[in-house]
């Protein structure tokens, strides 16, 4: 009786043991997805030239006759992973979802052309080559922002909580420090933009585009 009391007692033992050896909460397998929005220009043509210079927020060349006005956005969207063990959740992230777009992009060509004026039909010419830069920069850049997203995404570790309400917190964390590593990259899209649009918007620019009209 003995003999069978010691060979009960191991048999509920060793899969407790078994359990326990098991890895818990020490690594994550996360999905990055990255999309681009590039979004449709609006024209907006009910300002005169000083008006929307004025009105817009964002830096324009002397030589403007029209005005792109676009502002690079990076949005970022979590998906918990999640495990539980005697108690304890292991939070970590199962999807990263990127989107970068303009949330709008504004147009503006000068009231006193109308749609049918040669004039017209030229500023919004022009004005369609900054459109087209600021779309084909999300493609260029992409590849960057995965970059980003990757290597910041290598450096977090699932954390173990002990109850449903401390799991939203640590996601939070994640998705905060996925956007502050983010933003030096915005800073540079804006930065590469300005530089490109400035080099479009030059004198010689304006003595070419002004010489295929006359009434300015």
Same mark, same amino acid.
């Given at each position: 009786?003995?003999?069978l009391?010691?060979?009960?007692?191991?048999?509920?033992?060793?899969?407790?043991?078994?359990?326990?050896?098991i890895?818990?909460?020490?690594s +994550?397998?996360?999905r *990055?997805t990255?999309?681009?929005? /590039?979004g449709?220009?609006? =024209?907006v !043509?009910?300002?005169?030239? $000083? #008006?929307?210079?004025?009105?817009?927020?964002?830096?324009?060349?002397?030589?403007?006759l029209?005005?792109?006005?676009?502002?690079?956005?990076?949005?970022?969207?979590?998906?918990?992973?999640?495990k539980e063990?005697?108690?304890?959740?292991?939070?970590?992230?199962s999807?990263?979802?990127?989107?970068?777009?303009?949330?709008? +992009?504004?147009?503006? *060509?000068?009231?006193?052309?109308? /749609?049918?004026?040669?004039? =017209?039909? !030229?500023i919004?010419?022009h $004005? #369609?080559?900054?459109?087209?830069?600021?779309?084909?920069?999300?493609?260029?850049?992409?590849?960057?922002?995965?970059?980003?997203?990757?290597?910041?995404?290598?450096?977090?570790?699932p954390?173990?909580?002990?109850?449903?309400?401390?799991?939203?917190?640590?996601?939070?964390?994640f998705?905060?420090?996925?956007?502050?590593a983010?933003?030096?990259?915005?800073?540079?899209?804006?930065?590469?933009?300005?530089?490109k649009?400035?080099?479009?918007?030059?004198? $010689?620019?304006?003595?070419?585009?002004?010489?295929?009209?006359?009434?300015?």
């Open positions: 009786m003995k003999r009391f010691v060979f009960l007692s191991c048999f509920i033992v060793l899969p407790v043991l078994a359990q326990n050896a890895p818990f909460c020490t +994550m397998s996360t *990055i990255v999309r681009t929005k /590039p449709n220009p609006q =024209y !043509t009910q300002y005169s030239r $000083e #008006d929307f210079l004025r009105k817009a927020d964002a830096q324009y060349s002397p030589y403007t029209g005005l792109t006005v676009v502002k690079p956005e990076i949005t970022v969207s979590v998906k918990p992973e999640l063990l005697l108690g304890q959740i292991c939070v970590g992230l999807d990263v979802e990127i989107e970068m777009g303009y949330p709008s +992009m504004t147009v503006y *060509i000068d009231k006193k052309y109308m /749609p049918s004026s040669c004039e =017209y039909r !030229t919004k010419e $004005e #369609d080559y900054h459109v087209n830069v600021a779309q084909q920069a999300l493609s260029f850049f992409r590849p960057d922002v995965e970059r980003v997203v990757s290597q910041t995404v290598e450096t977090f570790s954390k173990i909580v002990f109850s449903r309400s401390e799991i939203s917190p640590e996601v939070n964390k998705a905060s420090k996925i956007n502050e983010l933003k030096p990259v915005v800073k540079h899209i804006k930065s590469k933009l300005d530089e649009n400035a080099a479009i918007d030059t004198q $010689e620019m304006y003595h070419k585009t002004t010489a295929v009209c006359q009434n300015w």
